[in-house]
């Protein structure tokens, strides 16, 4: 039993682990505890010593393995390393081509808007444009009529003071009225009289 149990103290997961672990099991099978129940003290320090020399070996031999690694990452030659660098590179290409593809599709649909946009901006100028001029063209009518009304009431006005000449009337002089005095002209001044003649 005590065997098995040291044979389990050296398990471990890497391959030269499992090696010294076999040299332990060897080892404790060599020794017969079961026809030695009382071992000399001298035996278990003896075993105890080989079992801290097969500890410090499988921490050695641990140690190399980590430095082995250490510098294969330094170099870039790691198994796991390159595995992960790999699936890393994957995933980047996957992200740029969608990337890439999501540019396009923005890219052509910012388009298409921006002719949609183009479009309405010329209709409704095209729009505004008709509305303003048909505006500008009442307008002008109506002004024009207005001018013309104008123009029709000014000759009716013209034509009735023209055809009619002014005179005035002259009425009755009444007995008790005394006679009008004609106006008197006022004269220029002989400088002007002198132009005048």
């Avoid at 020794?31 to 129940?37: H, I, K, M, Q």
């Avoid at 320090?45 to 330094?74: A, C, H, P, S, V």
């Avoid at 000014?154 to 009755?172: A, C, H, M, N």
Wanted: charged share 40%; net charge negative; hydrophobic share 35%.
């Amino acid at each position: 039993m005590l065997r098995t149990r040291k044979a389990t103290i050296f398990r471990d997961t890497t391959s030269q682990t499992r090696v010294t672990c076999a040299i332990c099991a060897e080892l404790a099978s060599n020794v017969s505890f079961a026809d030695t129940e009382d071992a000399s003290e001298t035996d278990m320090i003896r075993f105890e010593g080989e079992f801290t020399e097969i500890k410090e070996q499988m921490y050695l031999d641990k140690l190399n393995n980590l430095r082995d690694q250490l510098m294969q990452l330094e170099e870039g030659t790691h198994p796991e390393f390159l595995r992960k660098i790999k699936k890393l590179e994957a995933i980047y290409q996957e992200r740029l081509w969608l990337n890439e593809a999501f540019l396009a599709f923005e890219t052509e649909r910012i388009e298409k808007e921006y002719i949609s946009e183009k479009k309405a901006a010329v209709r409704e100028f095209e729009n505004r444009k008709i509305e303003l001029k048909e505006n500008l063209i009442l307008e002008l009518e109506e002004k024009r009529k207005a001018i013309e009304n104008e123009r029709i009431t000014l000759e009716l006005t013209s034509d009735s003071i023209e055809s009619k000449p002014v005179t005035t009337r002259k009425l009755r002089r009444r007995p008790n009225e005394p006679l009008p005095m004609p106006e008197k002209r006022k004269r220029g001044s002989p400088d002007i009289l002198f132009i005048e003649l």
